[in-house]
């Protein structure tokens, strides 16, 4: 009576019960909340009340008879599709053990044989087919005129160590002059150069004529055009 400040026994009475009512008010709270935390995937309390935070019963209820659905289309999905997996796997069975079964497996046996013959025979022309441009390329890099070697030395020169050297191209039909670039990218055609460039090729393969000619012991004549120019143009 002094704990619950009760002044009589009916008083106290009152009490107990209002006392058994909480516990059992209490023990009611303690069940759903474990209920709810089974069901709840794992998740703590918190995250679900904040989930359902906002919504009223009726919305809960929809969204969760909306989710059975969903569950009973998805399982049966996962039903369909091990069915699918089972007949197949049968299937596959049946032709692992099935009459063809051997000869289907000493054809795709023969087929890899085959596939590594021709890939054995594919790297060996593709490297003999190499070999044979590297041969070609240095052959022609060894018999190269003097005259065109030498060019290819004053453009390089004249252009500054733009190119590196010159050489010249055959197709079967006709041939052409290339000029090789000092970073090893794709020979230049004389029409692909700027006019600059292209005088100073000429003047690059002038040189090296005149060069090769007075080697030979030719005596060359000197040409003068118009001496008097600069006299007639001061009068």
Known sequence: MELTGAQDLPALSHHVEES???????????????????QGDGLPLMDLSQEVEGKTPDQLAARAESLVSELDRLGKEIRDTADKVGASRTQFEALDHGAGASEAAADAEMARSEMEVQA???????????????????????????LLLRAGQLFNMLTGG??????????????SLLGNCADDSRPVPV???????????????????????????CVLPVLADDLFKLRRSTR
């Open 120 to 146: 054995e025979a594919y790297l060996l022309k593709r490297t003999e087919g190499l070999l044979l441009r590297w041969a070609v390329e240095r052959k022609r890099q060894q018999t190269q005129s003097p």
């Open 191 to 217: 029409g692909n150069m700027s006019e600059g460039t292209v005088d100073q090729l000429f003047l690059a393969l002038r040189i090296a004529s005149i060069e090769q000619s007075v080697q030979a012991g």
């Open 20 to 38: 058994k009512r909480v516990r059992n008010i209490l023990g009611q709270i303690h069940d759903l909340t474990q209920k709810i935390l089974s």
């Open 162 to 175: 733009r190119y590196s050297s010159l050489e010249r191209y055959d197709d079967g039909s006709s041939s």
